[in-house]
């Protein structure tokens, strides 16, 4: 799972995170937009943002959640990784057939077994590595050091800032300019469905056909 880029979606600042299948490397497994205000962490999907955690609820206290479960905080506490003091939180929600999303969630990583809400106790976790720029590497007491080496190293690290993308809405085509070489591309509506996709050029136009109106990534 990576955070890929930011984007706005309704006026707020949104990343974007891809999420692909170690079980078949390169397989697409969809994108999740999410969005942070406050204490307050959602994901956007069915074209409006639901709440996911709250970091400012204590313990005792019971949020309805954007999925339609009630969150309950059963212990708050913190964390050092590297030198950084993070929030951590306790949590009960769901009764483990519909929808679950409990255990310990930490802040700016997540939740630590189940990243999103899931059914019938099909677990993505446990968490294994976590790196970004600002906190560096965290690495879970439930895994080794070599456990995450592979993960690790397989970040991307030569970003291209430079390419940009516009839009002409007179012939309904997108124009890519920046890219150094032959680039596979992927346009994708707001809830992460494919909707074209091939290669691509610099300064090359994507034409569109018979598309609809919205929001595309």
């Not at 905080?73 to 009764?95: A, D, F, P, Y």
């Not at 999303?101 to 899931?118: A, D, H, W």
Request: hydrophobic share 35%; with cysteine; glycine share 10%.
């Amino acid at each position: 799972m990576e955070s890929i880029k930011d984007s706005i979606i309704e006026g707020k600042n949104c990343r974007i995170l891809e999420f692909t299948s170690q079980a078949s490397p390169g397989d697409h497994c969809g994108l999740h937009i999410m969005y942070q205000q406050n204490d307050s962490i959602y994901e956007y999907w069915s074209g409006k943002f639901h709440l996911m955690y709250d970091f400012g609820a204590v313990k005792g206290d019971s949020i309805m959640t954007g999925y339609g479960e009630y969150m309950i905080i059963l212990k708050n506490s913190t964390i050092n990784i590297n030198g950084h003091i993070l929030r951590t939180q306790e949590v009960s929600c769901g009764n483990g057939v519909s929808v679950t999303f409990g255990g310990s969630i930490i802040e700016s990583i997540g939740n630590t077994y189940l990243f999103f809400p899931t059914v019938d106790l099909e677990y993505e976790g446990p968490l294994r590595c976590y790196q970004d720029s600002n906190i560096g590497t965290y690495i879970s007491t439930v895994w080794s050091e070599s456990d995450c080496e592979k993960i690790i190293n397989a970040i991307p690290v030569n970003f291209q800032p430079e390419v940009t993308v516009t839009y002409n809405s007179t012939n309904s085509t997108f124009r890519v300019t920046g890219i150094q070489s032959l680039c596979i591309f992927e346009l994708l509506d707001i809830e992460g469905r494919i909707i074209k996709r091939g290669e691509i050029l610099n300064n090359e136009n994507i034409l569109l056909k018979n598309t609809v109106r919205g929001v595309f990534l």
